[in-house]
């Protein structure tokens, strides 16, 4: 019964991981082509690549094709990240007993530790790719300020997800421990 | 599916392959930085010497002998006409306002009180011997571009021959000397003294004479190439002045070529000169002698250094430097294929000297950890000596009196007496050094490597 249910609750969220999975893939798609043009390479030259290479007479192109296999690394991984922890909630959710009294509520504290986990993956990701890191060569010509966007955005973007997911999938008994969850419109 | 392959693929490119360029490209194409020694050949042949013995009447003191003091005085020309005479064939002059040669029997007489003596009519004499045309004898130093010159004189200038037309005309022939790449050595010795000085400048206008000093010094001035200059000086310093006290004698070479010999030429660099490089491929281009280092290396190594003692490069009791500067063209590539891109600022490395050594510190200012890993770099770096020093200011300090201070000097009776506008002398000197110096190299060398996270 509770797979059928489980089954039942997975659809909506499918529709909102192959909508954000679609956008995410076809810009990491676009960031792994190694554009030289656009509204992309614009945004990281204006707000992400540091200013340094020009002091070092170093091409555009060769600080811009690193920093777009980053960023496109952090789309992708980030993207895998929230279908686990989006999908993994949904399905811990369907077999979580809150019969007893207050239940619910304890099992709010598992909600938020989950989506914590959730976001703090996402962090130390940006930290891990953004921040200075040396496994990647496009890290070194990323700047401060542009690693806090590309890690806000990414934030963004994936948090909205992975809520919009959990939202959605929860099962229904449990849905009070998902904050703004208890009631939905629409009868969903 | 192809575009997951696609992407799986960049996927396992950027996580487990590091980039590095295994091979070295062909450097990028710059001007070559001269390593040749611009500096004047000294040649082997003998040269003819002039001597000239400062007339004024002042100087008698200096060969009458003082109870209880040693006179150096006469010992050390003495033995300066021995010196002159084995460096080339000599000639002699007497210098006051005018100059007049010496035969060479009479030489001895300098070393007589009679040198300094009226000889002819009184008023002609009076204006001969208390008069120190040094510029006369500059000028006579200049016609002479292929000769030694040696001057003793007590060095005994006032200020209103330092300023003005006076000044250019003692500077006019200096400038020449020195353009013709001679230098000037001033060896200063302090003797006993038992006589007058004449023409000590009062506040009020009037002139002083003083007879209570017991020493004083004398000065030998040598105008030739740095390794005369210093084979005469060391020559007096091992026959006259091997037993004198060395707080008694005080030496320096004023020169515009202060670079004796630069670092490539000597062949300073090897593989041993950078101790954090390991495994380095050094190539040195037979012709300039320039050194070109191959090497990769972590940016974590921040920089390179390397010492090297002041008296490798620099001569000897000169005036030093006071400002040394590095000019470096870096550029750099992350494939051979392309043409190199060259860095717009240049301040990565730095220079800095101690009393005893220079250190250069590649990429010291900015480091290597300020490049971008991943790519190949390549670095032109020269180290030039860029202004010239004024030690001998400090050296010879100890026995200057300036014009307004030598009247209240007097006034304290002194046992030593010292030399008016010594330091003002100087300054003149330095200042037509400084006026044609030219920025000289060091070293130059090449790095080529590839930057490591």
């Known amino acids: 019964m509770k797979i059928k249910y489980l089954i039942k609750s997975l659809i909506y969220p499918g529709i909102v991981a192959a909508v954000f999975g679609f956008l995410s893939i076809s810009f990491s798609t676009l960031l792994f082509s190694n554009p030289e043009d656009g509204g992309v390479i614009n945004f990281l030259a204006n707000h992400v690549i540091t200013g340094e290479i020009e002091s070092q007479g170093t091409p555009f192109a060769d600080a811009a094709g690193p920093v777009c296999?980053?960023?496109g690394y952090s789309v992708v991984t980030g993207l895998a990240i929230t279908l686990i922890f989006g999908f993994g909630w949904v399905v811990?959710?369907?077999?979580?007993?809150?019969?007893?009294?207050?239940?619910?509520?304890?099992?709010?504290?598992?909600?938020?530790?989950?989506?914590?986990?959730?976001?703090?993956?996402?962090i130390i990701l940006s930290l891990f790719v953004f921040f200075g890191g040396t496994t990647f060569l496009g890290s070194q010509f990323i700047t401060g300020g542009g690693a806090t966007k590309l890690t806000i955005g990414l934030l963004v973007f994936y948090v909205l997800m992975y809520y919009l997911i959990v939202l959605l999938g929860t099962a229904r008994h449990n849905r009070s421990s998902v904050l703004l969850a208890f009631k939905l419109p629409g009868n969903l | 599916m192809g575009t997951i392959r696609t992407i799986l693929s960049f996927l396992f490119l950027i996580i487990f392959i590091s980039?590095?360029?295994?091979?070295?490209?062909?450097?990028?194409?710059?001007?070559?930085?001269?390593t040749i020694n611009n500096k004047n050949k000294v040649s082997d042949s003998k040269k003819n010497v002039f001597v000239f013995f400062d007339g004024s009447q002042s100087m008698d003191g200096y060969v009458k002998n003082q109870p209880g003091e040693k006179n150096i005085f006469i010992d050390l020309v003495d033995d300066l006409t021995q010196i002159a005479e084995i460096a080339g064939p000599t000639k002699y002059h007497r210098f006051g306002k005018r100059i007049t040669p010496i035969d060479e029997n009479q030489v001895v007489q300098v070393t007589k009180p009679t040198f300094y003596n009226c000889q002819a009519g009184a008023s002609d004499c009076a204006l001969d011997n208390q008069e120190t045309r040094l510029d006369l004898v500059f000028k006579a130093a200049q016609a002479g571009k292929d000769s030694t010159v040696i001057i003793v004189t007590d060095l005994f200038v006032s200020s209103k021959h330092l300023v003005g037309s006076r000044r250019a005309t003692l500077v006019r022939p200096l400038k020449d000397i020195l353009q013709n790449g001679k230098s000037i050595g001033l060896l200063g010795v302090m003797s006993s003294f038992k006589g007058t000085i004449y023409d000590i400048p009062k506040k009020d206008g009037t002139e002083a004479t003083y007879s209570g000093a017991k020493r004083r010094p004398f000065y030998v001035l040598i105008i030739g190439n740095d390794k005369e200059i210093l084979d005469i000086k060391n020559k007096i310093t091992e026959q006259t002045l091997v037993d004198y006290d060395k707080k008694n004698y005080k030496f320096s070479i004023i020169t515009s070529n202060l670079i004796s010999e630069n670092l490539n030429s000597q062949k300073f660099f090897n593989n041993n000169t950078f101790s954090i490089l390991q495994n380095t491929d050094l190539k040195v281009s037979n012709d300039i002698n320039l050194p070109t280092y191959n090497f990769s290396i972590s940016r974590k190594?921040?920089?390179?250094?390397?010492d090297v003692p002041l008296s490798k490069f620099l001569i000897k009791d000169s005036n030093g430097i006071s400002e040394y500067k590095i000019v470096e063209n870096i550029w750099s590539t992350n494939d051979c294929s392309k043409s190199w891109s060259k860095f717009k600022e240049i301040q990565y490395s730095d220079v800095s000297a101690s009393d005893e050594n220079l250190s250069v510190r590649l990429f010291g200012t900015k480091n290597l950890d300020k490049l971008f890993y991943g790519r190949q770099y390549f670095a032109q770096v020269s180290v030039i000596a860029n202004k010239i020093g004024n030690n001998n200011e400090s050296v010879f300090s100890e026995w200057d009196v300036e014009e307004q201070a030598i009247e209240d000097f007097k006034n304290t009776e002194p046992v030593d007496f010292k030399t008016l506008n010594l330091k003002k002398i100087l300054r003149v000197l330095n200042s037509v050094a400084e006026e044609e110096f030219k920025p000289t190299l060091i070293a130059a060398l090449n790095l080529q490597f590839d930057l490591e996270k």
Do not use: E, M, Q, T
Request: charged share 20%; hydrophobic share 45%; aromatic share 14%.
């Open chain 1, 69 to 71: 296999n980053v960023f």
């Open chain 1, 92 to 122: 811990i959710s369907h077999f979580l007993n809150v019969d007893g009294p207050g239940k619910s509520k304890i099992y709010s504290i598992y909600w938020i530790i989950n989506s914590a986990a959730f976001a703090g993956l996402l």
């Open chain 2, 19 to 34: 980039p590095s360029l295994a091979k070295k490209c062909n450097p990028p194409s710059f001007a070559k930085v001269s």
């Open chain 2, 301 to 306: 190594k921040k920089r390179l250094k390397f």
